[in-house]
């Protein structure tokens, strides 16, 4: 594992990403198109989920760490295409500059409380960071300009879900296991699961039961479903990613 990006690097990138957001919805023939990787939503629908999570997690950040619950909002998603261009916009502004005001090392709510993750601002950014990324891919399919992540996004990406959605100190219920995830960039991670949870750590010398390889934007895709596991390579036993994928921790 390397150095993570910096905190300024996590906001220039949700700005970057948002821009390429908005173009989407910009250039789409209509808002009333599916999303193929988000059947239960349109365009619109997309759109209002970014909008309106911007707002909120920006009121979370600025109501400080004490806070016990993410923050609601009664922002509303304009239907007119220029008006929520510009709203898309604000709802970003209002989440970099909460998150700039308070700096990477405070703390803030977060929902991920027995993960590798801290409580921090900094690591609500890079969470953001990939909320944003994936969902303008699922907006760049749905009107068929699909494009990988951005390798400095995906790759940090690759890390981010690990330590966020993968780790955890839930007991994991089958036989200890070892999956290793390989990025053709050059970058490999390693899952150890056991009855002490899932941790994320370097490679050992140790051999995986289970792998998984591919681009640093595939394995991201991969992560959030948005691609078939057909897509990236797996080696190994085949029972686990099948065991790993139907785990619930919080069941």
Known sequence: MEKTLQFSDLLRLIEERSTAFQAVVAAAPSLDAIVPTCPEWTLFDLAEHIGTGRFA???????????????????????????????????????????????????????????QSPATCGAVARHQLQQMAVHTYDAQITVGTPQPLPEEIALDGVEEFLFTCCATTAAWPHEPAVVDYHATEGRSWRVRLSADGAQVGPLTAEAADATATGTASQLVEFFYGRISPDAVKLDGDPRVFDKLFAWDPDA
Do not use: F, M, N, Y
């Not at 009121?59 to 304009?78: F, I, L, M, Q, Y």
């Not at 295409?81 to 989440?95: F, K, N, Q």
């Open 57 to 115: 997690w920006a009121a979370t950040v600025a109501a400080g760490p004490d806070a016990t619950t993410k923050s609601s909002t009664d922002a509303v998603a304009p239907v007119d295409r220029a008006e929520l261009s510009a709203w898309l916009a604000d709802s970003t502004r209002a989440l970099v500059d909460a998150l700039r005001d308070a700096g990477p090392d405070r703390g803030c709510w977060v929902w991920w409380e027995q993960s």
